[in-house]
């Protein structure tokens, strides 16, 4: 539960702001901070009831931080100096702790409206603002305010997503998509549990529910290509010796390629003899984490030739996980789904283990698909209904654009954004699209957002939209637009990347493959966080030519 309890809007109606932001994780609190501390009137609009984001939201067991807890924080000194993460990969609930101690630090709620969910927003031309329309989640009260300057930080994974299953609705017992179970949980003990999916909310809740279910079935469709995390608890010393570090780690996030302390390694997989890349890849293995993917030969994304190589070295690892041979090619086939890391891999902790367990079942959906889901469960092609008590809809989001258009976002024209995107999404910079003035994306489409460790990017790109804003202000301009040939430009850019990278070789949310209908693009700056800044920057040494001003 969010401790504080947080719930009603703290705004007048028609109340107006210079800044209004959406969204209450890492990217929105950071643009609070900078903004408010640089003399603007800002408030932000939270739908959780209580802040941290992603981190509200996701509180299903077993969902924990996939970065380093040293990586996976804001970079005030202030912040870190006070705070102490128990583990290397700090669970959920510890993750809301840190969130509340920073608004503790920085007061960030008293700028917050909770439980306030943004329904639509529409640009007024006359006066240069956006007309905010939001409602109250507790009292289903509808309200607006009005901002000169729009900033959206809805994140990457806001808007979950719920495969079509037939029969969905006739399921008689507990259902939960896992980016919204209960704030106030819901038991695994002694019941029948199943999932759907296994990226990384499918792995960890699986990981929880084996310890204790009665049953636990598991519908994949394809394998996760799973890292080892390598979990461990922090002493005291521990701490205390990693406080020295702090701002060195600190600095080098925006020098590497995913903002992490760690970037891959200078040279490609055959510049070395066979025997130097096994102890290079049994070097990562051990270290675990990201390491293996982020830190890997500098063209894993690149060649298909060495990806494999790794490929072949991770199925070899994890089929000495898995005792029961015949889940060896469900599990860790001899031929790769997709290249090693073009979809996120997640780290697991005891994953392969549990399928040695007799309360575990893997459904291989491949080869035995979902029928329909009836009101006790499951049924498969194979005419096997799998009775469950709990289903677990471990199936993802609608990705990178999906919490955007899910706000009715027009034009003075009434064009709305989210037609504007039928054709992909297009923006200058990864920050801002033409033909819908005065609003920014933070950790949004074309930026490195979901390339990047959260918290960096947050801060990085933030950064870069703060110094943008204040610009405006000391100009005294009310009105920017991105201009179309920037757009042009960007895109270019991407496709550059992406026509020698292996990113589109697989079916991934990365590029918007997994719901139905939309768009098949890259919806990430591909280049790296380095390459981006050096762009933004650019950008803005140079009067910010990718915008009209006025
Ligand atoms: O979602 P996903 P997620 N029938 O899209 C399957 C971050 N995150 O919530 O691969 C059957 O990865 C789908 O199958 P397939 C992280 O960046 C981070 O797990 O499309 N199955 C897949 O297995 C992550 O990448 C953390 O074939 C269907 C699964 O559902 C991102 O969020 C924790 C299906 C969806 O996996 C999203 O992760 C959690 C269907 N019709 C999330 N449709 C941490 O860092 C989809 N699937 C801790």
């Not at 901002?147 to 006739?170: D, K, Q, R």
Request: glycine share 8%; charged share 25%.
């Amino acid at each position: 539960n969010d401790k504080k309890g947080h719930t009603m809007a703290n705004v007048a109606p028609g109340q107006e702001f210079d800044v209004l932001i959406v969204g209450a994780g890492f990217a929105g609190l950071y643009q609070l901070d900078k903004l408010r501390k640089r003399g603007h009137q800002v408030h932000v609009f939270e739908a959780g009831s209580g802040l941290g984001g992603v981190w509200y939201w996701n509180c299903y067991p077993g969902a924990r931080v996939d970065s380093w807890a040293s990586m996976y924080q804001f970079s005030d000194p202030e912040l870190w100096r006070d705070w102490n993460f128990s583990e290397l990969y700090p669970d959920w609930s510890e993750v809301r702790d840190y969130f509340h101690y920073a608004d503790a630090k920085l007061d960030f709620s008293k700028d917050i409206s909770y439980s306030t969910h943004v329904e639509s927003a529409r640009f007024d031309e006359e006066r240069k603002r956006w007309n905010v329309e939001a409602k109250n989640l507790q009292t289903g009260e509808k309200f607006s305010v009005t901002a000169n300057y729009l900033v959206v930080c809805t994140g990457f994974g806001s808007a979950p997503y719920t495969p079509a299953f037939p029969g969905l609705e006739t399921y008689a017992g507990e259902v939960h998509h896992t980016a919204r179970w209960p704030q106030s949980g819901t038991p695994l003990e002694g019941r029948r549990v199943a999932v759907i999916g296994t990226g990384a909310s499918g792995i960890q809740v699986s990981q929880e529910a084996a310890k204790v279910a009665e049953h636990l079935t598991i519908f994949q469709r394809t394998p996760m290509l799973a890292l080892p995390m390598r979990q461990r608890r922090f002493t005291d010393a521990d701490s205390a010796e990693q406080k020295e570090h702090y701002e060195e780690w600190m600095a080098k996030r925006n020098t590497t390629f995913a903002g992490f302390d760690f970037d891959f390694l200078d040279h490609g997989t055959f510049d070395v003899s066979d025997e130097e890349r096994q102890t290079t890849y049994e070097r990562l293995w051990t270290i675990g984490g990201f390491v293996p993917w982020l830190g890997n030969f500098n063209d894993f994304f690149f060649d298909e030739k060495a990806n494999r190589q790794f490929y072949d070295f991770w199925r070899d690892k994890t089929r000495q996980r898995i005792k029961n041979k015949d889940l060896w090619e469900d599990l860790a086939p001899t031929e790769p789904p997709h290249p090693f890391g073009v979809k996120r891999p997640s780290l697991e902790q005891w994953y392969y283990d549990i399928f040695d367990q007799d309360n575990v079942t893997l459904v291989n959906l491949k080869k035995n698909d979902i029928v329909r889901v009836t009101p006790k469960g499951v049924l498969t092609a194979d005419g096997v209904e799998h009775e469950v008590d709990l289903l677990v809809l471990a199936t993802g989001f609608d990705s990178v654009t999906g919490g955007i258009t899910r706000i009715d976002i027009r034009n003075a024209a009434g064009e709305s954004f989210k037609d504007s995107l039928q054709g992909g999404a297009h923006t200058a910079l990864g920050a801002a699209t033409a033909g819908f003035p005065n609003m920014f994306f933070v950790y949004g489409p074309q930026s490195p957002s979901a390339f990047c460790n959260g918290p960096t990017c947050a801060e990085a790109q933030g950064e870069w939209v703060v110094d943008l804003l204040d610009h405006l202000k000391a100009n005294g301009s009310p009105r920017i637009e991105a201009r179309p040939e920037a757009e042009q430009k960007w895109q270019e850019m991407i496709d550059e990347v992406m026509a020698v990278a292996l990113f589109d070789r697989a079916k991934s949310w990365y590029m918007g493959a997994n719901i139905p209908g939309k768009k098949v693009e890259m919806l990430m700056w591909p280049g790296g966080l380095p390459a981006y800044l050096g762009h933004v920057n650019a950008s803005r040494d140079a009067g910010y030519p990718e915008f009209a001003i006025v």
